[in-house]
């Protein structure tokens, strides 16, 4: 490790403040330039801030414009004026835009995420009076990260503004995601069996005549439905499938393209009835008939009892069904082939406008805290290592004297009971020199690990608690190459959640499905927020250690000065804090394709039903474990990395970093704070008069510390 000899004379020039006159005070009405200077563009931290406050205003216009567009577009069935449908036709196209909507969605929530996480960390940065307060009781404060500790104990100015910021995150995290949703028509069809006439077309009987003599049938109760089907038969208009294409058509939850069918069956020796039509099904998409997910494609399996839906469910036997599709019987007669009513495929996109509303309020909130905090005029905060370093260094610490090796750790260790042993110092006073180069790891709390790895497991069990059921619904093989192929973020009739105690209430049903289908939107954020706090201080923890290493100007977050460095992402650099931002996108899309919102619009002859339930894909929640996988990995290996030297791992504890910026006669260093300054030894060990050596930051030369030695 390198240091400057004491002999070597400070770098640049180092402007001093001492023996300054004062400025004349100008009264504002009398001053030509002072609204010039109000709206001026800001500087550090304030410029940060009023680029997120403008993102997230402009995000605000951009969703009351679009709630303003969709609310002239027409209902969602008759009863729910609520839901708006702002697109209605081909299902892949309304699949693509899904895909993009929920991707912007997510782009617009992981900035608002970024710039509410950014102003809670300046809500909750200490200023030097809070610092000073505190301290005398012989505790400490979070610097340069950001900080549940410091809530207790910052004023009310300040900690309402920071509540409303992470109350608002709620709402948003819950249902911004659900606000514009797809549908997909499931169309009610009836089945319908004939056999087979060998010498000449089942469509040879003229339909009138057959109603009249088959009136008063039980069977025939919809006799327009089978006249239509009739008429479509005899204008060659059904088209005609084999027994496995008709089985594989019709073994569907949600039948989009297709409605009524008839089978052709073989009679056999049976020649009654050749010709003549039997209403053998109706088949209706109702969820949750039986406490379960009952198929529309139940008649396949009509050897079932109603009492073994559940239990068997017809989906267990659609592959044995499929490999004697040649002698598949489902109404007792053999079939031939099936004749098949093609209908065109629709899907929709809804728009939610009270979930919007929802939204736009939280949103306002998150605007208003910001534009508020950007122009009011806050005491000078300390938000970066680097504020505080220049604050100490202008202003020594008068309850950190003779400690210049302690650590956070050592601090925390002692005011663990309620800072009794910290006002009795026991952790003041020398300490002999051990040189060991920590890891990052070590600059952050063991609280906030283990937060973190709950969160992150709480993430994961959920995840593969969704996984493992959906694979376990999977019907035949479960190879990679089946779970790819029921799509990505793709409604599937094995992957549904349902909510049978909720059906036949619209309004409370969308509530909980939403809210069921963002929770892993809300534990990702919260996640966010303690993996932006890891990097923050293992970053923090880094730029400190360079002290040891080589002379530089401390970084601040606002009033540049001399050879200060200015910093606009307070102690997260771009370079850091851009792929973070890149990653919570990804993984907050990905969310959004793995557990989602599943409408479905069923239509029949008595009108539309549309109700809503959750589902969720197992190939996009295989995403989401391998991207949080790839996070864990960056963040532990980030933390395994040595520090750059063995400078005293201070954290963000802010009787730690106090401690090390005293100078070895207790007097202030104003020009120090404005220069390029490096930590090390400013005072040898006297051992002749048994007095302790002195480390802290200088301006001018520094030694290395001896081991073994004693600093205090």
Known sequence: MHYDRLDETPKGDSPSHIGQAPVPEIEPEKNPYFWSRVWRTPRGWKFSLSLNATTALNILFLN????????????????????????????????????????????????????????????????????????SKGRWLDIGVPSFHNLRVIPRNRTIPWYLLIISSLPLHLLYNSAIFSSLTARSYTVYSVRDIPSGSIFSQNFTSFKEERKGASQYDDYDTLEGLWNLGTADKLEKLSPIDCINEYATAFQTARSNLLLVTDGGSNKTNQGIPMREEYSHYLPDRYDCLVQVYEWMCVTQKPGEYCEKPCRNSIPEIKRNADNWRPFGDRVKYCLSQP??????????????????????????????????????????????????????????????????????????????????????????????????????????????????????????????????AIVGPKSFSVLWNLGFGAASETALITFSYLRGDPAREMIWVAICANIPQLLFSFLYFQYNALFTGMLAAREWSTFGRKRRGVRVSCNLQGKQRERYFLQLPYRWGLPLLFMSILVHWMLSQSIFIVSVVSIDSYGDDFFSTCGFSPMAIICVILASFVMVSAVVLTGFQRLPTTMPVVGSCSLAIAAACHHDEGIPQPDAAVAEVMWGVTRGPDQEEDRPGHCGFSSDGVEEPEAGAAYA
């Open 64 to 135: 009351i414009a679009v709630a303003i567009w969709a609310s002239t577009k027409d209902t969602t069935g008759s009863d729910d004026a609520a839901l708006r449908t702002i697109y209605e036709g081909s299902c892949s196209k309304a699949s693509r835009l899904n895909t993009l909507i929920h991707l912007l969605i997510n782009i617009l929530s992981s900035l608002l995420l970024a710039a509410s996480n950014y102003a809670m960390q300046c809500l909750s940065a200490p200023t030097r009076d809070d610092i000073e307060q505190h301290h």
């Open 343 to 472: 209908e065109p495929q629709t899907c929709k996109l809804h728009f939610s406008t009270w979930i919007m509303t929802v939204v736009i309020v939280t949103n306002a909130i998150k605007v208003a805290v910001m534009l508020w905090l950007t122009f009011r005029h806050p005491p000078e905060l300390l938000l970066t290592i680097g504020d505080a370093i220049k604050s100490f260094l202008a202003s020594p610490d008068a309850h950190s004297t003779n400690s210049c090796l302690v650590t956070a750790e050592d601090v925390k260790r002692s005011v663990e009971g309620g800072g009794k042993e910290a006002l009795d110092g026991s952790w003041t006073g020398p300490r002999p020199w051990t040189p060991v180069r920590r890891r990052w790891a070590t600059a952050v709390s063991r609280r906030r690990w283990k937060s973190s790895i709950f969160l992150y497991t709480a993430l994961l069990i959920t995840s593969l608690a969704f996984l493992g059921r959906g694979i376990a």
